[in-house]
Each structure stands twice: as C-alpha cells, then as structure tokens.
C-alpha cells in the first residue's frame, strides 16, 4: 500500500506519529514573528518574505486578475481589490449577494472563469440561510465591472443545511476541461457525509452555469444527487490541479489528526466517519470502524497530530527553482507551510517551513509572476510574498 512504503519513508517525529489529546482550532490573532526580507533556509531553496499588504479582516481565498493586481475575500463578507504593487483599495468591491458571517462561515472562496479575459466572470463560494433559517454553502458568478459585480447569479446552492456554523468548505477550482469543483464540507453532521442525497461532506462537480455534466459519476441515480463527484469527504479546504496529470487533489480537516491529502476519483468514497485516522475531541476516543474498509480510499497522506490545512497548490515556476514540481500546503493550527514532494500519484517527503512565523496560514497561491503568496487568518491579515534569497 502506499501509505506503508510512505511510513516507511518518514523521519524521526515526522507528521504520522500517533499522539492524542489535540486542542481543537483556536481563533486568536497569529504573532507577526516574521520580519519583511528576513531570509529562511528550506532543504532545497533559501528564500525571505516580502509583506504586499496588510489590513485585510480574515482573509480567504485570494484569485490573480490578468493585470497582476489581486482579489481577495475577507470571511466577514467583503470582496477586496489590492493592486499589483500592494496597494489596497479602502472600498470593498461592490453587488455581492446576501452573505452569512458568523461561526466559519461568510465569504470564503473566489475563482476566475477561465475566459476571464473576455466574459470578467468571477465565482465566489460562501454562506447564506436557506428558506428554513439555516445556513448552507452557495456558489455565486457576477461580472467584474469596475468597482463592482453586475449581473450576479446564484449557480449552486447546498441542500447541506444545519443549525452549526462548522464545516462549510468551500474551496474552487475550474479543471482543464472547464468543468468547476466545489468542496462542500459535512456541516457539523458527520453522518450526512454517507448520504448520496445530501451535498454535504461532498466534493461536487458542475459546469460553470452551475448545471450538472452528463457524465458525472452518480447521474442518473435516483437515491443520489447528480453534482456529487465524490463523498465521504469531512471538510475539504484546499484544492489543486496537479501539473503534469490535471487530476483534482484535494485536502480535508480531519478531528483531532486524520488531516488527508486525497487524488480525487469520479465516485469515490472516501470513507468519513466510516474510517478515519482521527479521534474524538477531547476524549480521544476511536471514530467509525477503523483507518481502512474495502471500497472506501485511503488518503495519499495524512497528519496526526492535526495541522488544520487550508489552501493548496503546486509550485510550477522558475522563481523559486528549487521547488519547481512541489505541493505547498498552509496550516491553520500548526501556523506552517508545508512542503511536500511529490509524483503523480503519490506524496514521498514533508518540510514545514515559517512555523509560527506569521500566523495561521488559510491560502496558498502561485502568482503569474512565478511567486508563492500567502493569506494569514487574522484581524489584521495580509497577503505575503515568497521571493528566493541569494
């Protein structure tokens, strides 16, 4: 199996020591340990970091404009311009639809269509209360016109709804093939992550008018909702397209460790709360049935203790030359960027890298300039850039 020849390859207290007792997330303000051009040494690439702006209220998801300035969501519920040199706009773009901001919900993800530079569509997932008063996660397109989105549209809404403000995702990303995957996480009921019929707990796959592709896995199903792309999935927080091969990675919360690191397969399960190599908050008590059942997958990678990853990508520039082909992942409890290498199917090492340095980590991105940005999860957070040092 993979994961034995990948224990197999660890080092000394590397992430797949089993230890119990993890505290769930905090939400404190990170330290600002960091100082701007201080240099870092990784195995492979010396590096520093340049603040491009700070000011931002719990920044989200972050998406590149063809100008090289930035969008940014802050969770509260503000989409936010800043400039290709860090200047950020004091007015929030405007026309966004009725977001609810309370728990781990607001505005979370924003994406640009593919033919961006000809339509100025952009998606931004979210929370807002359903007709029933309860809170669920929703996909929305406008076109960027200036200052605001015209011709806002609501393309998805999640039948996932709970009373809980945990657990709503919610990560985007188009494929080569233009098709848009949302990530939709169990919403604080473990159980509907094994119903076909909820969207909870789900990786879902549509097209960008949020209608259903025909040869989605569960089309045509009568006991299953003909979004859903694959299930068992606890709360997806980062999602990447892997360079070489163009299939959908993704990573998911686990509780208390059991963080994974999955390649997603059309139909598949991937087992929570069935299986999983977390354990109960608090207690520390086993979950489900165990780490493995045939028919349900096995993750590429997975952390015990808990890192809590948020946002994900592969490095595929020249920038930063020794990390060319790596898999960058950010962590909100651990406050690290972890570097991974990797094949096409298969995770072989871990670096954690700025453990502690700025905060609580929740995107990662490569700009067309060829760096790796960075969101920190703060009341005042900003965007950080990775530059090589001599």
Same mark, same amino acid.
């Given at each position: 199996m993979v994961l034995s020849r990948l224990r197999a390859l660890l080092p000394v207290g590397a992430v797949l020591a089993v230890v119990t007792g993890c505290a769930p997330l905090g939400t404190g303000t990170p330290a600002w340990a960091a100082e701007p051009g201080e240099v870092f040494e990784s195995a492979v690439q010396r590096f520093r970091l340049h603040l491009v702006t700070d000011g931002l209220?719990?920044?989200?998801?972050? %998406?590149?404009?063809?100008?090289?300035?930035?969008?940014?969501?802050?969770? !509260?519920?503000?989409l936010r311009r800043v400039a290709a040199d860090g200047t950020l706009d004091p007015r929030p773009v405007g026309g966004l639809p009725e977001i609810w901001a309370k728990g781990q919900g607001g505005l979370l993800d924003v994406a640009l269509d593919p033919d961006f530079a000809t339509n100025r569509l952009v998606y931004l997932s979210y929370s807002?209360?359903?007709?029933?008063?309860?809170?669920?996660?929703?996909?929305?397109?406008?076109?960027?016109a200036g200052d605001r989105l015209?011709?806002?549209?609501?393309?998805?809404?999640? $039948?996932?709804?709970?009373?809980?403000? #945990?657990?709503?995702?919610?990560?985007?990303?188009?494929?080569?093939?233009?098709?848009?995957?949302?990530?939709?996480?169990?919403?604080? #009921?473990?159980?509907?992550? *094994?119903?076909?019929?909820?969207?909870?707990?789900? !990786?879902? #796959?549509?097209?960008?008018?949020?209608? !259903?592709?025909?040869?989605?896995?569960?089309v045509g199903r009568e006991d299953a909702l003909p979004e859903i792309y694959t299930w068992g999935n606890r709360n997806p927080q980062g999602m %990447?397209?892997?360079? !070489?091969?163009?299939?959908?990675?993704?990573?998911?919360?686990?509780?208390?460790?059991?963080?994974?690191?999955?390649?997603?397969?059309?139909? %598949? $399960?991937?087992?929570?709360?069935?299986?999983?190599?977390?354990?109960?908050?608090?207690?520390?008590l086993p979950i489900g049935e165990g780490t493995a059942k045939e028919g349900m997958e096995q993750p590429l990678w997975y952390w015990v203790p808990s890192i809590a990853p948020s946002g994900m990508a592969f490095y595929t520039g020249d920038r930063l030359p020794g990390w060319t082909g790596d898999l960058f992942v950010g962590?909100?409890?651990? *406050?690290?960027?972890v570097r991974l290498e990797v094949t096409e199917d298969a995770v072989i090492s871990e670096e954690r890298l700025l453990e502690g340095r700025i905060g609580r980590i929740r995107d990662v991105r490569q700009g067309p300039d060829g760096y790796l940005y960075l969101l920190n999860d703060a009341t005042d957070g900003g965007i950080w850039r990775l530059e090589p040092a001599p």
């Open positions: 209220e719990r920044p989200w998801g972050l %998406a590149f404009l063809p100008d090289g300035s930035m969008l940014v969501t802050e969770r !509260v519920g503000r807002a209360l359903g007709e029933d008063g309860l809170p669920g996660t929703r996909v929305a397109r406008g076109r960027l015209e011709e806002v549209e609501v393309i998805f809404v999640s $039948n996932g709804r709970t009373s809980t403000g #945990r657990h709503f995702g919610s990560r985007l990303l188009f494929d080569r093939e233009g098709y848009l995957y949302v990530t939709s996480g169990d919403r604080g #009921r473990r159980e509907l992550a *094994q119903d076909l019929r909820s969207h909870a707990g789900k !990786v879902l #796959r549509i097209l960008p008018d949020g209608s !259903v592709p025909p040869d989605n896995p569960f %990447a397209l892997h360079p !070489v091969t163009g299939e959908v990675w993704i990573h998911e919360h686990g509780p208390q460790g059991g963080d994974e690191i999955n390649l997603l397969k059309p139909g %598949a $399960n991937y087992g929570w709360p069935v299986i999983t190599y977390g354990r109960e908050y608090g207690t520390g962590a909100l409890r651990a *406050q690290t960027l």
